[in-house]
């Protein structure tokens, strides 16, 4: 029955993503149901851009439905929540109108939220997990209505809830309206993308839920913020103001460091990816800031190469990020846990999830001849080009956000070599690691199948980048910045800088193999000696010598001291005898988040005294609740 | 003719419910609530018969049966068992009539603009007023109920007064509508029953000031 569900989902999947490549290369369509749904009926709209996302959505709930057929077992519960959940990810960039839309974005928020709940109730800390349930739907709530006071606002500026309408009025509206309906969209969509300071539903859902239900939700659902932020930003509310896109720029450059800075630290495998999704989201709103910088001050052809780079990495987030997810789901299968303190030497036990995260790996910590590579290079482009724009305090904000985006770059390198290193290698920490099981089949299949779609996507490059261009051209118009050259090279902005991704995969490769055919062909054979491994002359090696993750993040901790200002606890138990020997010595460093402390906890504070205010009508006693009822109903009638 | 056998149906319904505010005893007031339903159900008929409509005898049929046979057996079955509230001592009925009375008085207020135009073409605006009173009373009834068994009255004489606007105001609703209320009206006075039996479990009561300790 659960295995039914998840081909059907598979097959939804692998059909929208079809439809979607066809809508992205120009195939539109239109469905309007005006019966079936009250205020404006139901609207579906197919453009380049819905279709870029449909078939994101689509390709990607493939391998996680296949995924799911092995991950969740004989588990029914979750498989019909799950469907629903893909479907209204699908419904989201084809709705036309403003109900559609919000039953959409509604039903897709329902869905996880209730697949959040459902991996908690299976998981190890149920309280911590409803906890997990509790923020991740205040939060999405909380953003649902500022996107809906900015749409409703719209639709009455406007006279329309249908959105081709309003981008035919929107030029009309005053410089103020339009930014005041675009503050509240991007609140709301910025809620769902996960950018920083709205983010803090992000590590707590995203590991909560079963990891067939995480990947999407990394890899895909927090795209539908961005893709309502582009949808507001370059189609229902342009012409743009620059503030917008120096906002974006600052809020992505600021998500993108405190993203990876707390992935870092983090010793849940999971958690550690879900912050390093708002690395990513964080890299993606800063390409898109570039672009409606560029889009406001008339550059059109930089806005149109930061779009295409932003709408690359979301693609490429997507597959990298539900690979990893995927895989980190094939380890908590094989061992039970997340902790990585817990974890270690599973190379040996999961050969192909360990191969599968680190392809995942290698792509998401932008080396080549991944994906992540091509799509952080592309950025770095456009931003660089920010020379070209003539006010200095527009300037000042690119500078930063290059600064912020190189950082981000170097962290992320340093985390998945934490991620992977503590994970996969060395010995066992816990006998749950050391009786690991690989995979099912069908986990297998799904992430070998993601990680191929990683290399294609950076192989690919040349053929990909025009056809992004393309979608993009269609928000921002604009002749191609990237020209194909020789050996498949991507030559951006004319001569501004080229890449040719199969001559660095080449080179890569040839590096790697060259010296093993040398030595093949002269014939030298090393004659291997087996002994154990040099242990600094101890006698003893076990599992707890080993490193560990938070040894790993230590130097971070130190270094970055200001923005975690961790709390150390050194617990010291001494023999009673002689205070030379040290019976068990505990210690702790956990970190703060700033941003619960200076902003959730007053507003949780202040809402909760505002709270208790209200609380004086809540007697307890019904028959003055139902003098409330007549009161409303006799006040309502007289005064209208 | 049809305005008046509206109105003097309407207002035998109102004088009935003034007559329910002002009885105390359980048993009474459900006889009183028969009594309301039979006049409500006449007057659907004779709406029905006089303006045309017969999907509103039906209509009319239905709520006899419901209103009249059915929910006032689950009624009985509901005070089978209950302590009978024992009539305190100089505790009148005098000021809730004379606050039910007011509430007339407001519902002629409130519905001046329907009713006290001429230029509507509606036959029988001339009850909607009392209709409307019959409503605001129930809800009256609803509110001061000292009892879980007060309220269910007070609720059900709302809806039989909500039903009889509706038949005054429009000549019936769509019938599914009307299906649609019945049935939401006996699914509640079921659930009512639930919740009866439970708060006699816990408290041995059926007074609401018991449920004080359920606030959050």
């Given at each position: 029955m659960a295995a039914l569900v998840y081909t059907l989902t598979a097959l939804l999947g692998a059909a929208a993503a079809a439809t979607g490549v066809a809508g992205m290369l120009g195939a539109s369509w239109a469905v309007d149901?005006?019966?079936?749904?009250?205020?404006?009926g139901l609207a579906l709209e197919m453009d380049a851009l819905a279709g870029l996302f449909v078939a994101l959505v689509g390709a990607t709930a493939v391998p996680a439905s296949l995924y799911a057929i092995g991950y969740t077992g004989?588990?029914?519960?979750?498989c019909l929540a799950y469907l629903v959940f893909v479907a209204a990810m699908l419904a989201v960039p084809l709705a036309a109108n403003v109900m559609t839309f919000a039953l959409a974005w509604e039903l897709m928020s329902l869905a996880s939220y209730v697949l959040v709940l459902d991996g908690a109730r299976a998981g190890r800390e149920p309280a911590a997990s409803a906890h997990a349930g509790w923020v991740y739907a205040v939060m999405t709530h909380a953003g649902l209505a500022c996107m809906l006071a900015g749409m409703l606002l719209l639709t009455a500026w406007t006279g329309s809830a249908r959105f081709a309408d309003w981008t035919a009025a929107a030029p009309a509206l005053g410089a103020g309206a339009r930014s005041l309906a675009w503050a509240l969209l991007a609140l709301g969509f910025g809620a769902k993308a996960g950018g920083v300071p709205l983010h803090v539903w992000l590590p707590l859902a995203h590991p909560a839920a079963p990891s067939h239900v995480s990947a999407l939700m990394s890899g895909v659902m927090i795209k539908l913020g961005i893709y309502g932020l582009l949808r507001a930003s370059f189609v229902w509310l342009a012409p743009a103001l620059p503030w917008w896109g120096a906002t974006l720029l600052l809020v992505g450059a600021i998500s993108a460091v405190a993203g990876v800075l707390y992935a870092i630290v983090d010793r849940d495998l999971k958690r550690l990816l879900a912050f390093s999704s708002i690395e990513n989201v964080g890299i993606v709103l800063v390409g898109t800031g570039a672009a409606l910088t560029f889009a406001a001050t008339s550059m059109a052809g930089l806005a149109l190469l930061a779009l295409a780079a932003a709408l690359y990495h979301v693609v490429n987030h997507a597959a990298f990020k539900s690979l990893l997810f995927m895989a980190a789901g094939g380890v908590l299968h094989g061992t039970g846990t997340r902790d990585m303190e817990a974890l270690g030497g599973l190379i040996k036990r999961q050969p192909w999830t360990a191969a599968c995260f680190l392809v995942g790996a290698v792509a998401i910590a932008g080396l080549p001849p991944l994906n992540g590579f091509v799509s952080e290079w592309l950025m770095f482009q456009a931003l660089l080009q920010n020379v070209l724009l003539p006010q200095p305090s527009l300037n000042l904000v690119f500078a930063l956000a290059i600064a912020g985006l190189a950082l981000a770059a170097g962290l992320a390198v340093a985390c998945f070599v934490k991620a992977f290193g503590i994970t996969?290698?060395?010995?066992?920490?816990s006998d749950a690691a050391a009786a690991a099981h690989e995979a099912p089949v069908t986990m297998r299949v799904a992430m070998v199948a993601t990680a191929v779609a990683c290399a294609a996507l950076a192989l690919g490059a040349s053929s990909i980048v025009p056809a992004l261009a393309v979608v993009a051209a269609t928000l921002v118009p604009a002749p191609p910045p990237v020209t194909l050259g020789a050996w498949l090279t991507l030559e951006v902005s004319g001569e501004f800088a080229s890449l040719s991704m199969p001559a660095v995969a080449l080179a890569l490769a040839g590096g790697i193999l060259l010296p093993v055919l040398l030595l093949a062909v002269a014939r030298v054979r090393p004659r291997p000696r087996r002994y154990e491994t040099w242990a600094c002359g101890r006698v003893l090696q076990t599992a707890r010598m080993e490193y560990t993750a938070t040894a790993f993040a230590d130097p971070f901790t130190r270094v970055f001291d200001f923005f975690y200002r961790p709390v150390k606890r050194l617990d010291i138990d001494r023999h009673p005898e002689s205070r030379f020997f040290v019976r068990r010595i505990r210690y702790e460093n956990p970190t703060r988040f700033i941003v619960d402390e200076w902003l959730y906890r007053p507003v949780g504070r202040l809402l909760r005294a505002a709270a208790r205010r209200v609380a004086v009508v809540q007697s307890g006693s019904p028959n003055l609740y139902l003098a409330y009822v007549l009161a409303a109903l006799l006040l309502l009638l007289l005064v209208a | 003719m049809m305005a008046t056998v509206a109105n003097l149906l309407a207002f035998v319904a109102l004088a009935v419910t003034l007559v329910l505010v002002w009885r105390q005893s359980w048993r009474g007031r459900v006889r009183l609530f028969i009594v309301q339903s039979l006049v409500l159900g006449a007057l659907a008929a004779a709406i029905g018969l006089l303006a045309r409509r017969p999907v509103l005898l039906l209509v009319a049929a239905v709520f006899l049966v419901v209103k009249t046979w059915l929910i006032p057996r689950v009624l009985r079955r509901m005070a089978a068992g209950a302590p009978l509230r024992p009539v305190r001592p100089g505790r009148s009925s005098g000021i809730p009539v004379l606050v039910a009375g007011g509430l007339v008085v407001v519902a002629y207020v409130i519905m001046l603009p329907v009713s006290g135009l001429a230029s509507s073409a509606l036959p029988t605006r001339g009850a909607i007023p009392l209709a409307f009173a019959m409503a605001l009373i129930g809800l009256f009834v609803c509110v001061t109920g000292r009892d879980a068994l007060g309220q269910v009255t007070g609720f059900l004489v709302f809806e039989n007064a909500i039903f009889a606007l509706g038949v005054v105001a429009t000549y019936g609703m769509p019938g599914i509508v009307e299906a649609g209320v019945f049935l939401e009206v006996l699914v509640i006075v079921l659930l009512m029953e639930g919740v009866l039996v439970q708060m006699r479990r816990e408290h041995d009561s059926l007074d609401v000031d018991r449920l004080r300790e359920l606030r959050g």
């Amino acid at each position: 029955m659960a295995a039914l569900v998840y081909t059907l989902t598979a097959l939804l999947g692998a059909a929208a993503a079809a439809t979607g490549v066809a809508g992205m290369l120009g195939a539109s369509w239109a469905v309007d149901v005006d019966w079936l749904v009250p205020l404006g009926g139901l609207a579906l709209e197919m453009d380049a851009l819905a279709g870029l996302f449909v078939a994101l959505v689509g390709a990607t709930a493939v391998p996680a439905s296949l995924y799911a057929i092995g991950y969740t077992g004989r588990e029914r519960r979750g498989c019909l929540a799950y469907l629903v959940f893909v479907a209204a990810m699908l419904a989201v960039p084809l709705a036309a109108n403003v109900m559609t839309f919000a039953l959409a974005w509604e039903l897709m928020s329902l869905a996880s939220y209730v697949l959040v709940l459902d991996g908690a109730r299976a998981g190890r800390e149920p309280a911590a997990s409803a906890h997990a349930g509790w923020v991740y739907a205040v939060m999405t709530h909380a953003g649902l209505a500022c996107m809906l006071a900015g749409m409703l606002l719209l639709t009455a500026w406007t006279g329309s809830a249908r959105f081709a309408d309003w981008t035919a009025a929107a030029p009309a509206l005053g410089a103020g309206a339009r930014s005041l309906a675009w503050a509240l969209l991007a609140l709301g969509f910025g809620a769902k993308a996960g950018g920083v300071p709205l983010h803090v539903w992000l590590p707590l859902a995203h590991p909560a839920a079963p990891s067939h239900v995480s990947a999407l939700m990394s890899g895909v659902m927090i795209k539908l913020g961005i893709y309502g932020l582009l949808r507001a930003s370059f189609v229902w509310l342009a012409p743009a103001l620059p503030w917008w896109g120096a906002t974006l720029l600052l809020v992505g450059a600021i998500s993108a460091v405190a993203g990876v800075l707390y992935a870092i630290v983090d010793r849940d495998l999971k958690r550690l990816l879900a912050f390093s999704s708002i690395e990513n989201v964080g890299i993606v709103l800063v390409g898109t800031g570039a672009a409606l910088t560029f889009a406001a001050t008339s550059m059109a052809g930089l806005a149109l190469l930061a779009l295409a780079a932003a709408l690359y990495h979301v693609v490429n987030h997507a597959a990298f990020k539900s690979l990893l997810f995927m895989a980190a789901g094939g380890v908590l299968h094989g061992t039970g846990t997340r902790d990585m303190e817990a974890l270690g030497g599973l190379i040996k036990r999961q050969p192909w999830t360990a191969a599968c995260f680190l392809v995942g790996a290698v792509a998401i910590a932008g080396l080549p001849p991944l994906n992540g590579f091509v799509s952080e290079w592309l950025m770095f482009q456009a931003l660089l080009q920010n020379v070209l724009l003539p006010q200095p305090s527009l300037n000042l904000v690119f500078a930063l956000a290059i600064a912020g985006l190189a950082l981000a770059a170097g962290l992320a390198v340093a985390c998945f070599v934490k991620a992977f290193g503590i994970t996969f290698l060395a010995l066992p920490r816990s006998d749950a690691a050391a009786a690991a099981h690989e995979a099912p089949v069908t986990m297998r299949v799904a992430m070998v199948a993601t990680a191929v779609a990683c290399a294609a996507l950076a192989l690919g490059a040349s053929s990909i980048v025009p056809a992004l261009a393309v979608v993009a051209a269609t928000l921002v118009p604009a002749p191609p910045p990237v020209t194909l050259g020789a050996w498949l090279t991507l030559e951006v902005s004319g001569e501004f800088a080229s890449l040719s991704m199969p001559a660095v995969a080449l080179a890569l490769a040839g590096g790697i193999l060259l010296p093993v055919l040398l030595l093949a062909v002269a014939r030298v054979r090393p004659r291997p000696r087996r002994y154990e491994t040099w242990a600094c002359g101890r006698v003893l090696q076990t599992a707890r010598m080993e490193y560990t993750a938070t040894a790993f993040a230590d130097p971070f901790t130190r270094v970055f001291d200001f923005f975690y200002r961790p709390v150390k606890r050194l617990d010291i138990d001494r023999h009673p005898e002689s205070r030379f020997f040290v019976r068990r010595i505990r210690y702790e460093n956990p970190t703060r988040f700033i941003v619960d402390e200076w902003l959730y906890r007053p507003v949780g504070r202040l809402l909760r005294a505002a709270a208790r205010r209200v609380a004086v009508v809540q007697s307890g006693s019904p028959n003055l609740y139902l003098a409330y009822v007549l009161a409303a109903l006799l006040l309502l009638l007289l005064v209208a | 003719m049809m305005a008046t056998v509206a109105n003097l149906l309407a207002f035998v319904a109102l004088a009935v419910t003034l007559v329910l505010v002002w009885r105390q005893s359980w048993r009474g007031r459900v006889r009183l609530f028969i009594v309301q339903s039979l006049v409500l159900g006449a007057l659907a008929a004779a709406i029905g018969l006089l303006a045309r409509r017969p999907v509103l005898l039906l209509v009319a049929a239905v709520f006899l049966v419901v209103k009249t046979w059915l929910i006032p057996r689950v009624l009985r079955r509901m005070a089978a068992g209950a302590p009978l509230r024992p009539v305190r001592p100089g505790r009148s009925s005098g000021i809730p009539v004379l606050v039910a009375g007011g509430l007339v008085v407001v519902a002629y207020v409130i519905m001046l603009p329907v009713s006290g135009l001429a230029s509507s073409a509606l036959p029988t605006r001339g009850a909607i007023p009392l209709a409307f009173a019959m409503a605001l009373i129930g809800l009256f009834v609803c509110v001061t109920g000292r009892d879980a068994l007060g309220q269910v009255t007070g609720f059900l004489v709302f809806e039989n007064a909500i039903f009889a606007l509706g038949v005054v105001a429009t000549y019936g609703m769509p019938g599914i509508v009307e299906a649609g209320v019945f049935l939401e009206v006996l699914v509640i006075v079921l659930l009512m029953e639930g919740v009866l039996v439970q708060m006699r479990r816990e408290h041995d009561s059926l007074d609401v000031d018991r449920l004080r300790e359920l606030r959050g």
